[in-house]
């Protein structure tokens, strides 16, 4: 016996135009949902951001008025300017004292480097200086010959304000083209 109230599967009595009304009506759902899904994001984003905007703009405004009033102090205790006047000069005192002896090396050095005959290439590495004036001078360059920077390095060493200047052995090492590195101290003369 045949039961008529069922149909086997695939066989679909609606016809084209009613399934593509049906679907269409589905993907509509979808989509409403969807969009609906979307927007509670980001209602629920903007509303889980609301607390840390109000606490930014708490700091915000504190910073403001603490700089205001940084402000104001600074205007009341420095109203004529000559504190910052006296500060400037003060700084550049003490840079003028920290100071005052590098030019001396750099003269020598420019001064021995032009006499000596044929010396190239002659670079300042670093000059480190001490309160006191003492310091460390480290040059580098290229010498011409063996000669030439044996002639350097003699220089070097009979400059009273230079402690230590002597050419390394390894320096010497070929007869052109000699590239070198002379470390050596520097103390200035009492006045």
């Known amino acids: 016996m045949v039961n008529m109230m069922h149909f086997p599967d695939g066989i679909d009595l609606l016809p084209e135009r009613e ?15 969807g969009a609906f899904m979307l927007a509670l994001a980001v209602f629920a984003g ?3 951001l ?9 700091q915000a405004e504190s910073a403001e008025r603490y700089f205001a009033a940084e402000r104001l102090s600074a205007a009341q205790s420095d109203s004529s300017g000559t504190g910052r006047d006296v500060a400037l000069l003060s700084e550049r005192l003490s840079i003028l004292k920290k100071y005052e002896r590098q030019p001396a090396v750099a003269d020598i050095l420019s001064r ?44 070097l060493s009979k400059e009273s304000a230079f402690v230590g200047a002597q050419v390394p052995v390894s320096d010497l090492a070929s007869d052109a083209a000699l590239p070198f590195t002379i470390p050596f101290g520097y103390a200035p003369s009492p006045h």
């Open 19 to 33: 399934k593509r009304a049906l679907r269409m009506r589905y993907y509509f759902g979808l989509a409403t949902i």
């Open 46 to 48: 903007a509303a889980l």
């Open 50 to 58: 609301v607390p840390s905007y109000l606490l930014s703009k708490n």
């Open 112 to 155: 021995i480097g032009t006499d000596a005959a044929g010396a190239a290439g002659l670079t300042i590495i670093s000059m480190t200086f001490n309160a006191n004036g003492s310091g460390t001078t480290t040059v580098s360059g290229t010498a011409p010959t063996r000669a030439a920077l044996l002639s350097f390095g003699d220089k």
